[in-house]
């Protein structure tokens, strides 16, 4: 599975910005958000089944941030709205042949893209 992450960019505090994750290759059951921010470990995001479009979230994000699926282009987007300054960090998507949230378990990534939330 090949992952193309892009959307990342300068956004104010309040502003919003829509990540997409296309992939290419081998199938997979789920596609999760991971971010780190600098200093920090890689968390994760959000996540959302590719089959049943069951969607993950981690506390912070909910209310704010929406995982979606468009199967028929093979992408993911993730939407974040009411960014705040620590949402800034290394978006990355990655891929896994079965549902799970776990950052371990994920064997496909793509490359990060930057999201940056001025005060």
């Known amino acids: 599975v090949q992952l193309q992450a892009s959307g990342g960019g300068l956004v104010q505090a309040g502003g919003f910005l829509r990540l997409s994750c296309t992939a290419s290759g081998r199938t997979f059951s789920m596609v999760g958000w991971f971010r780190q921010a600098p200093g920090k470990e890689r968390e994760f995001v959000a996540a959302?089944?590719?089959?049943?479009?069951?969607?993950y979230y981690t506390d912070s994000v909910k209310g704010r941030f929406t995982i979606s699926r468009d199967n028929a282009k093979n992408t993911v987007y993730l939407q974040m709205n009411s960014l705040k300054p620590e949402d800034t960090a290394v978006y990355s998507c990655?891929?896994?042949?079965?549902?799970?949230?776990?950052?371990?378990?994920?064997?496909?990534w793509g490359q990060g893209t930057l999201v940056t939330v001025s005060s």
């Open positions: 990655a891929a896994v042949r079965r549902i799970t949230t776990r950052e371990r378990d994920y064997h496909y």
């Open positions: 959302i089944g590719r089959i049943d479009g069951v969607t």
